[in-house]
């Protein structure tokens, strides 16, 4: 039983490869296009979220939102998005989320050498050398530029996923907050539970399910960065070690 259960894992993951490896074929065109001017990347934003729908909801994943804010994402404004990291369907999931919301992603430069997947990869991520102090500073100009022609910004704090298994949350980089603080946009808050078991990096586990979001605060823009980073991290600490509880 439990090699069959690997095996079809293993299918399972499989078919994630080919599906995303289809939709790249199929929208390489008109995201790269349509990402070449900022005023523009509304349109390619279609397309990157058409792509996450399919992996997302392909996989077998469903999800349900809870709201915990007292004020709501409006439809007009740009924001800072951030949640826990604990796996790779994470960026499809905030894609999900966010119909209206046109994402960046801050990306690890590294994976702009993967072949294919690169050629897009650059165009909705900007790219950063966490070994490069002038690269981490830069990424600061770059995000503040897109979001003021409209783009919003996805920062997993955690600065990756840990390889600690039982590790409930790893400690938050400055990244989010400084840049919250530095060009006043507000940051929302997320909690994502389930995903770490339903499709975490190793190919011989997971499941596909429903994943639940708890939409934890969207916090205005401070001077003490310090604070805000501290309040995200209690938030979304403190949901998953309910859930924990509540099992």
Known sequence: MHILTTVLNILWRLWFAFMAFAMIIAFALPVLLLSIREKHFKYAYIFIRLWC????????????????????????????????HTSIIDIMLMCVLHPHHPITFIGKAELAKIPLFSIIYKRICILVDRTSPKSRAEVYTKAAYKMHHGQNIVIFPEGGVSENPHLILDTFKDGA???????KFPIV?????????????????????????????????SSDFESIKLISHNEIKNTLLDEIGAK
């Not at 709201?67 to 951030?82: G, H, L, R």
């Not at 907050?177 to 060009?183: D, G, N, Q, V, Y």
């Open 177 to 183: 907050f400084i840049l919250s603080s530095k060009h």
């Open 189 to 221: 808050v997320y909690t994502f539970i389930g995903l770490k078991e339903m499709f975490p990096f190793d190919w011989k586990k997971g499941r596909p399910g429903t994943i639940k979001v708890v939409r934890n605060a969207i916090l205005q823009p």
């Open 53 to 84: 729908i399919v992996l997302f909801y392909g996989m077998g994943f469903r999800y349900t939102l809870k709201d915990q804010s007292e004020s709501t994402v409006q439809k007009d404004s740009n924001y800072i998005f951030i949640s826990n």
